[in-house]
């Protein structure tokens, strides 16, 4: 089995070997602009679309493989928060998130390719609860998971000590959880993981049936 991950993001490859997958990374170069306009769907359409990109580039092989992509926003009263732009967007941002609940949506596209080589039997056509089933050889599931996140109330010194950091400019929403800005975290419902970038709980169960 060849497992690759679409996806530059060093939190989700620590999370992917943290549950023991042995894995390489192709980067795809997507562009992420949708029609969606709902966060869920959002992520969903960039994670198939970033995990279609790898597959496609990698063409046909003999073994078995196993793209991954995700897509993680941010969204505060049903608007999109990506990853800021500059310093300034980041503030802003955070000023927004300052003393609210807010939602992280995490997209998963599952796409399994069995090797022309026909090694062992292939599951057939299967679907998670939000996924779409293919007929024939590829099969996918697409899902994503909501966290619920609640900020403390942030100082303008807090906001602008953190932005200085620099751990801000490549998380969506502007924070990385997992990091020093946790101190600002009243809480969570929900998956923990899927707020530092992928519910890895969720993936390996939507996965296992191929990886056995």
Known sequence: MRIILASASPRRRELLSQIGLDFEVIVS????????????????????????????????????????????????????????GSPQEAAEMLRRLSGRNHGVYTGVALLYRPGSAGSRDVPGPSVSTEGSVDSGALQRKIFHERTDVAFFSLAEEEIAFYVATGDCMDKAGAYGIQGMFARYVKGITGDYNNVVGLPVGRLYQEAKEWLR
């Open 29 to 84: 170069e997507v562009e992420e602009k949708v029609g969606a306009m709902l966060p869920e769907q959002v992520v969903e359409e960039l994670s198939a679309r970033k995990a279609e990109a790898v597959l496609g580039a990698i063409g046909d092989s003999a073994e078995d493989v196993l793209v991954i992509g995700a897509d993680t926003v941010v969204a505060l009263d049903g608007q999109i928060l990506g990853k800021p």
